[in-house]
């Protein structure tokens, strides 16, 4: 009878454990899909902000990168008299810089910036 109850014992451990990964990889899943949607809404939100009401450029003026900022604005191009070149980032909700953004920004900030030009490439 003992070994009945070890066996029993065991299947009920299997089922539990199977239910528990099942749920696990559901959740995970999930999760997974939420974090992935919220990435692809982020990134369809950056290539409609130039259009919205309140952006403070015209769009004509920008230029979409994605990476390692979102835009760049040649203030003015459209009306051939650039003005400033401005580094936009676009961030939603409680999102914050990455390192590499703060650094980007920090190197505008000081003025770090230069003009390089190449020719000759043949």
Partial sequence: MNYVNYVL???VVVLV???WKARYTRAV???AIQRSL???AGKVYEQLVPYLPDFPFNPKDVRFLGS???FVVFDGLSDGNITRI???EVKTGAADLSTRERRIRDAVQ???VE???LRGLE
């Fill in 29 to 31: 899943r999930h999760d």
């Fill in 38 to 40: 919220a990435v692809t």
């Fill in 9 to 11: 014992a065991a299947v």
């Fill in 115 to 117: 003009w390089y030009e």
């Fill in 17 to 19: 454990f199977l239910l």
């Fill in 68 to 70: 390692p900022v979102d």
């Fill in 110 to 112: 000081d003025s770090r």
């Fill in 86 to 88: 401005v580094f936009v």
